[in-house]
């Protein structure tokens, strides 16, 4: 069955992104400080982000497994933010390490299944108009940004242990948003399909999963640690807040430029860029953390980092798995870049902070880059970015 033809609802779905990226915007950076006040250590710390992560492993491809043969994508989505509000709910409850690890468990498992099948659904609303993700997409930066700002300054009042209230009304708003984007769109896939297996065995798809999984490692102790990392150096909460509101809004103003620059260069050398100027930015943040101009300018190459490879990646993505694959393409990309890499990058910053030095946390991002650069140039040609031919009946 083909996709949808009728108009994408553009502010049903720029709404999800919003309100899930602004569950971020509270969850990612302040959920480091949230924890030490805790009395939870800077590695328990990185093992209680790194589970997070590593839910994506496993989580996203058993929905997206479900979502590929149910046909109702937008059903498991519901499913999963209305038990990730539930679940995170057992916060209010206790707050030792053992039971915030239980708790994180249980509500990344569910978490982790609304993104990538959103995703999906998305580019099944929009059909031939995939350049329309970005302006949708954006969405999610704007609630990110609106979000860590706000936290920022509220964090200077309030003390860091009201953080799960936040959290909390936040998924709530993205399960009351997620049952207004209509079903009928995700369609039912044909199960005339090239087998997955056959799929993951080209070298360009395994080599692209690998350097998304180096990228987002790469991230990993960024996202897990920046804001300790910031205070350690004397910034307040707020100008925190509004570093991370940078950053974001740069990868706005991306997502506004990329069709246009997809059209002009390939998604090949974007990526290369993206890496490249990952590793510039991991280099400013380890060396010169006290000069705030230099860390101004570390977060706006976040539209690189994130915003131009996430946007050249699901692209690619999207490209490399059709029809009845789209849900687990995006499952896969899920979880083993955000899944696999995040966890790894995340347990290696808590090692290297407190079994090294600080300055190392980034370090290690360096490394990282600079493989998911040679691994994007050796594998990910131009000429092998066709999308895989999964049969005339599929779109």
Same mark, same amino acid.
């Given at each position: ?24 915007g509270a969850f990612v950076p302040y !959920? #480091?400080?949230?924890?030490?006040? /805790?009395?939870?250590? @800077?590695?328990?710390?990185? $093992?209680? =982000? ?100 706000? !936290? #920022?300054?509220?964090?200077?009042? /309030?003390?860091?242990? @009201?953080?799960?209230?936040? $959290?909390? =009304? ?68 707020s100008a925190i807040g509004w570093l ?26 974007? !990526? ?108 990910v040609k131009p000429d092998t970015l ?10």
């Amino acid at each position: 069955m083909s996709p949808v033809s009728s108009p994408a609802p553009y502010w049903r779905l720029s709404g999800f992104y919003l309100f899930y990226f602004a569950t971020l915007g509270a969850f990612v950076p302040y !959920l #480091g400080p949230y924890l030490k006040t /805790l009395d939870i250590t @800077t590695f328990q710390i990185g $093992v209680i =982000i790194a589970i997070t992560m590593a839910t994506k492993i496993i989580a996203p491809n058993i929905w997206g497994w479900l979502a590929d043969h149910s046909g109702r994508r937008m059903l498991i989505i519901r499913i999963g933010c209305f038990f990730a509000a539930l679940s995170f709910l057992g916060l209010f409850i206790e707050q030792t390490y053992f039971i915030v690890i239980m708790v994180m468990t249980l509500f990344s498992f569910f978490w982790n299944a609304a993104l990538p099948q959103f995703e999906a659904t998305t580019f099944s609303h929009l059909s031939d108009e995939e350049d329309r993700y970005s302006s949708i997409r954006l969405w999610g930066s704007v609630g990110f940004i609106i979000t860590v700002v706000v !936290l #920022g300054y509220v964090f200077q009042v /309030l003390p860091y242990s @009201t953080l799960p209230y936040f $959290v909390s =009304i936040l998924l709530v708003c993205i399960w009351l948003v997620s049952m207004t984007v209509p079903e009928s769109a995700t369609g039912h896939l044909t199960l005339d399909h090239e087998p997955l297996k056959k799929t993951l065995s080209k070298p360009h798809v395994l080599g692209l999963l690998a350097a998304c999984f180096c990228m987002q490692a790469s991230h990993g102790p960024y996202y897990a640690f920046y804001n300790l990392y910031m205070q350690s150096f004397d910034y307040s909460s707020s100008a925190i807040g509004w570093l991370w509101g940078i950053g974001v809004g740069a990868e706005v103003i991306l997502f506004l430029l990329m069709h246009k620059l997809s059209v002009r260069y390939t998604l090949q050398k974007l !990526l290369l860029v993206s890496f490249a100027l990952a590793v510039l930015r991991w280099t400013l943040i380890a060396l010169f953390p006290a000069q705030l101009p230099v860390m101004v300018f570390a977060q706006l190459l976040h539209a690189a980092t994130f915003g131009l490879h996430h946007a050249a990646a699901i692209r690619l993505i999207h490209q490399l798995f059709r029809g009845r694959h789209q849900g687990k393409g995006q499952a896969l990309y899920s979880s083993i870049s955000y899944g696999a890499g995040g966890a790894l990058g995340s347990l290696y910053g808590g090692f290297a902070w407190d079994y090294i030095d600080r300055s190392w946390v980034f370090m290690g991002s360096i490394v990282f880059c600079l493989l998911g650069f040679w691994l994007v140039y050796r594998f990910v040609k131009p000429d092998t970015l066709t999308p895989v031919s999964l049969s005339a009946k599929n779109p």
